[in-house]
């Protein structure tokens, strides 16, 4: 695939919402990559030879699944999510607040751990009394953060 061939396959998804549209495509719905791969009328990285080829069949994929995810939430109100290992699932409306909810929190302990691990590494022997504060100021705050996280979570 050129460089050329990778902008051809830039747009692809504006087909492919019609078909899936036309196909019915309704909550709770799964399609697997290999479907979407086919719809999209993108070549399978397994079916390449060359690493560029297939980083720019993943990356085609990738830009294209993101506009139709963006499409059928914005016009459809249907949340299209990932499912490791298969392909994709259109959220039924009962549990997608849940998700996406819990979706933030993940997203949420994980920059906290990010940042938690950031500001507990410091070299505190190059820092001045001032930074030593901000740096302490600011671990204090993250943990009071991270407490009244804990406290403000359904389990």
């Known amino acids: 695939m050129s460089e050329l061939e990778y902008v ?6 504006k087909a492919a919402i019609i078909e899936l549209r036309e196909m019915g495509l309704s909550y709770g719905d799964r399609i697997t990559h290999e479907d979407m791969y086919a719809l999209l009328g993108i070549p399978r990285p397994k ?4 690493f ?8 085609a994929y ?3 699944v993101e506009c ?4 059928l939430l914005e016009d459809d109100q249907m949340d299209m999510q990932n499912v490791r290992g298969f392909g994709y699932e259109i959220v039924k409306p009962e549990v997608q607040t849940q998700k996406a909810v819990g979706d933030l929190m993940d997203e949420i302990k994980r920059a906290m751990r990010k940042t938690a691990k950031r500001i507990s590494y410091v070299d ?7 930074e030593q504060r901000e740096n302490t100021d600011a671990r204090a705050r993250l943990s009071f953060f991270r407490k009244s996280m804990r406290k403000g979570l359904p389990e």
Do not use: C, F, G, P
């Open 124 to 130: 505190m022997s190059q820092l001045s009394a001032e």
């Open 62 to 64: 990738v830009h294209n």
């Open 68 to 71: 139709i995810r963006r499409e």
């Open 8 to 13: 051809k396959y830039k747009d692809y998804w």
């Open 52 to 59: 560029d080829d297939i980083k720019k069949s993943q990356l």
């Open 47 to 50: 079916d390449l030879r060359s």
